[in-house]
């Protein structure tokens, strides 16, 4: 199976952490795919990913006193496999996993995603249970030095063990047959732990050999630049940042990384801005609040993402999203530049604005403007400044609010909100 054809286009979809954080369940996550299938999925929206610690036994019960409970009893099958946690999830019981939630998913015509740790269950490791179709058991390829530093649940697997790889290989052909999409490996894309670059390609492997298309997403950032062609090969995601939440020095700053990897985004290949955390978020000792980014922040975001074409991944409360959030979410026009084939530019940076690019085949061009200040600023793109050729343009339309905008000889003008973006069609 050729990796690249897993996602021809970047994914755009749903994942629990922002509001639900470790506390998601089977009813939570059909309110958000029943929510959509009904509002998104027209617009390219169409995974559904169940985060962290859904295989944690009292998680749920425990939230507002530890986000990750040390040595958790956690729910496994008899081949130190993590299972999904019956109290959270009751339609896993009898051994069915997450296939009948995964095929509740599908059938509103959506795709299904979970969550998993590097590595195997420090318990399963702890209380030498086997492998499938080995005579090892977990405490022989389970190294109690590779161990996350902010999650407890798991250790990392010596890489160059047959049995390592075949344990990877046992939990990717259980997710096959629940029928998961995607699968988001965490404590492994920025490398912290020696092992964790080659099990990237033991997770690749894995998938090659399950016989089921699932996309690859690496957590958590900051992704290697250096390691890029690493990622390339292995993976389809990857984070460039660390966890990204409603913070405006936070968006700032992901100008620079998307700089560093703008040549980077290929079909099958997306460096990842990671989530969009917008409408209603929450955390574990935060409870709920609305996200802090202003609305033109918030159009900035999106702006930056699709342009860039990283992924996107909802982070909100679905049920829970105002209708300013879902037209935020559902603009077509905007929405079309994560299509586009051609590498998207940037075009300059500074710390009062930056101008980003790309074009469609048939030559619309498409124009992004960025103002970094804390005050409305005009901002002027000069398209024979940066050698394209706008011969011939004398109109355009901003995307976000369908306004006609004047081209002169190839030069646009334009006022941008405080922290604000506009997105052009030429």
């Not at 490996?185 to 699932?214: F, N, T, W, Y």
């Amino acid at each position: 199976m050729d990796k690249n054809q897993f996602a021809l286009t970047p994914p755009m979809g749903w994942n629990s952490y922002d509001y639900y954080n470790t506390s998601a369940d089977e009813e939570s996550v059909k309110a958000n795919a029943d929510y959509m299938a009904k509002n998104l999925k027209e617009y390219g929206w169409e995974y559904v990913v169940v985060d962290i610690e859904w295989y944690s036994c009292h998680g749920k019960r425990r939230n507002d006193e530890f986000q990750y409970i040390p040595f958790e009893k956690v729910a496994l099958d008899e081949y130190s496999r993590l299972l999904p946690c019956l109290e959270r999830f009751p339609s896993a019981a009898n051994g069915a996993g997450f296939k009948p939630l995964a095929d509740y998913v599908h059938s509103l015509g959506l795709k299904f995603g979970i969550h998993i740790m590097r590595g195997i269950p420090r318990y399963a490791a702890h209380m030498h249970m086997p492998i499938l179709g080995t005579d090892v058991t977990a405490d022989k390829i389970a190294d109690h030095n590779s161990i996350c530093a902010w999650n407890p649940d798991m250790y990392g697997v010596y890489p160059f063990k047959e049995a390592s790889q075949l344990y990877y290989d046992s939990i990717f052909a259980l997710y096959a047959q629940w029928g998961v999409d995607f699968v988001k490996c965490d404590d492994i894309c920025r490398m912290d732990m020696p092992s964790a670059k080659q099990e990237i390609v033991m997770l690749h492997k894995a998938i090659q050999k399950c016989g089921r298309p699932i996309v690859l997403s690496l957590s958590p950032g900051a992704a290697k630049i250096e390691e890029a062609w690493h990622y390339e090969k292995y993976a389809n995601m990857w984070r460039i940042t660390d966890d990204f939440w409603d913070e405006w020095h936070l968006l700032y700053n992901m100008f620079e990384r998307c700089e560093v990897w703008e040549k980077h985004v290929s079909q099958g290949n997306y460096p990842d801005c990671d989530m969009l955390p917008i409408g209603k978020l929450g955390g574990w000792h935060n409870g709920e609040w609305d996200c802090r980014f202003t609305k033109d922040e918030q159009i900035t975001m999106m702006t930056l993402w699709c342009i860039f074409k990283s992924p996107l991944m909802i982070g909100a409360d679905l049920p829970q999203l105002d209708d300013w959030t879902l037209s935020l979410l559902t603009n077509k026009d905007v929405l079309h530049t994560l299509f586009l084939k051609a590498q998207a530019r940037q075009l300059e940076r500074n710390e009062a604005y930056a101008i980003w690019t790309n074009y469609d085949e048939d030559g619309t061009r498409y124009i992004a403007l960025f103002n970094m200040k804390n005050e409305v600023q005009d901002i002027t793109f000069d398209a024979n400044a940066y050698g394209i050729c706008m011969e011939g343009k004398t109109t355009a339309t901003e995307l976000w609010t369908k306004e006609n905008v004047a081209v002169e000889n190839g030069v646009i003008k334009m006022s941008v909100a405080a922290h604000g973006a506009v997105m052009v069609r030429v």
